[in-house]
């Protein structure tokens, strides 16, 4: 730990594979990704079914699957109850940190995956990468990896290389929803 109280006190468990697991608090980096995200899909979901959420949140995917995601997006307004969300939301975004990328990329991955997930993105946010997975005949397969350059980097690449880079995806839960990455990675510290 730190020594500083306030920042102990922001460490918060989830529950993979039926042992308690520590999350840290999260960096400022992380932290503006995640608000970034949530501010996208806060207002295109305005007035529509589907709700988003953003960290702090529990779902509750199995007696032993007890997560607390980064930003999710759950359109079965049946599963919202005042302690959490309780079965697969139909979005779930994990910002990578060092303590934890592990259990998002593997055990909390499987997790998501065996309770039905349609879409899950893993963003880094030191990388400035989008992975997307979608969930096909109840196994993720990944549909791209999207990576941010700043106009300098852009600059900087052969003209080819340049024209091969993606600033926009659409989300797969709306066809009608295209992300820009440059909005997901902006104001960075």
């Known amino acids: ?3 500083n109280l ?3 006190s922001a460490w918060r468990e989830e529950l993979i594979g039926g042992k308690l697991v520590a999350m840290s608090p999260a960096s400022t980096r992380h932290n503006q990704v995640m608000l970034n995200i ?3 899909f806060k207002h295109y979901l305005k007035g529509k079914q589907c709700v988003p959420f953003a960290d702090g949140e529990n779902v ?5 699957e007890h997560y607390v995601p980064d930003f999710m997006v759950v359109c079965d307004r049946d599963k919202i109850k005042p302690q959490g969300i309780f079965g697969p939301p139909d979005l779930v975004v994990e910002v990578l940190s060092p303590s934890t990328a592990m259990n998002d990329k593997g055990k909390k991955k499987r997790g998501y995956e065996a309770s039905g997930v349609a879409e899950y993105w893993l963003v880094d946010p030191v990388g400035k990468t989008v992975e997307v997975y979608l969930l096909q005949e109840g196994r993720y397969d990944i549909d791209n990896v999207y990576s941010f350059y700043t106009q300098e980097e852009l600059a900087d690449m052969l003209e080819e290389d340049r024209a091969a880079v ?3 995806f659409t989300c797969h839960l709306y066809d009608d929803l295209t992300i820009s990455l440059a909005d997901i ?3 960075l510290f």
Request: net charge negative.
């Open 38 to 40: 949530a501010y996208i």
């Open 60 to 64: 509750f995917l199995s007696p032993t």
């Open 166 to 168: 993606v600033s926009k």
């Open 6 to 8: 306030a920042y102990e």
């Open 185 to 187: 990675f902006d104001d």
């Open 1 to 3: 730990m730190t020594g």
